[in-house]
């Protein structure tokens, strides 16, 4: 049972590139986050998923997609990278009474 | 919006002794509350989940209070250890999850 994993750890871009980050739950969760942790910022919602199928905007969407086409999966796709988006992303799952359990983060650098 | 506030921002203790974070937030209408453990560099560690219906929980050393009618939550945890040495996050879910800041904490042994 490897509960939330999330592929890549590490990432470095140019700005302009595209990536995928890969989030993955074994725990049959119904809900599914992706959130962005920045120095003095704390953790900030990007992107939910309440369902396979499904997804929603959080606090800071802009500049990023998701999907959730399988129930265990939630990508996030940066279409054209940003400097400003140099962060560790966090995915987390969420299950009963939506207690979340977070994945290991993928520290991203946009040069 | 909800905003939630963690203070002290950073706590330094001797080995043994007890600790006391604590958590405010503005909007009582909320779902549940959570508290994480970070270790840095690390993801996020949920140590205890507590209903909108329930007045406090407990594992172990760790034990967290809610009052919704004052916006607070109360981390307590006691005789602490130079492993408990990390930044503890207070987060609330009105359906989706709202975060502090965290306290960073230190334990000196």
């Known amino acids: 049972n490897a509960g939330v994993t999330q592929t890549p750890k590490f990432r470095v871009l140019k700005t302009g590139q595209s990536m995928t980050l890969l989030c993955a739950q074994d725990?049959?969760?119904?809900?599914m986050y992706w959130y962005r942790q920045d120095p003095g910022m704390g953790l900030r919602l990007i992107h939910y998923?309440?369902?396979?199928?499904?997804?929603a905007k959080g606090e800071v969407p802009d500049g990023y997609n998701v999907s959730r086409l399988k129930k265990q999966n939630f990508l996030l796709g940066l279409e054209s990278a940003a400097p400003s988006q140099t962060s560790v992303y966090f995915c987390?799952?969420?299950?009963?009474?939506?207690?979340?359990?977070f994945g290991p983060g993928t520290r991203l650098t946009v040069l | 919006k909800q905003e939630v506030t963690q203070i002290p921002a950073a706590l330094s203790v001797p080995e043994g002794e007890n600790l006391v974070l604590n958590c405010s937030f503005t909007?009582?209408?909320?779902?549940?509350l959570q508290w994480f453990r970070q270790d840095p560099g690390k993801g996020l560690t949920s140590l205890l989940l507590?209903?909108?219906?329930?007045r406090e929980q407990t594992s172990g050393r760790l034990n967290a209070s809610l009052d919704k009618s004052s916006g607070r939550s109360t981390l307590y945890i006691a005789a602490s250890q130079p492993g408990d040495s990390a930044t503890y996050l207070c987060?609330?879910?009105?359906?989706?999850?709202?975060f502090g800041a965290g306290t960073t904490v230190t334990v000196r042994a």
């Open positions: 987060a609330v879910n009105d359906y989706k999850l709202s």
């Open positions: 507590i209903q909108s219906s329930q």
């Open positions: 987390a799952s969420g299950g009963r009474y939506n207690e979340q359990f």
């Open positions: 725990m049959n969760h119904e809900y």
């Open positions: 909007d009582s209408a909320i779902y549940n």
């Open positions: 998923s309440v369902g396979e199928g499904t997804t």
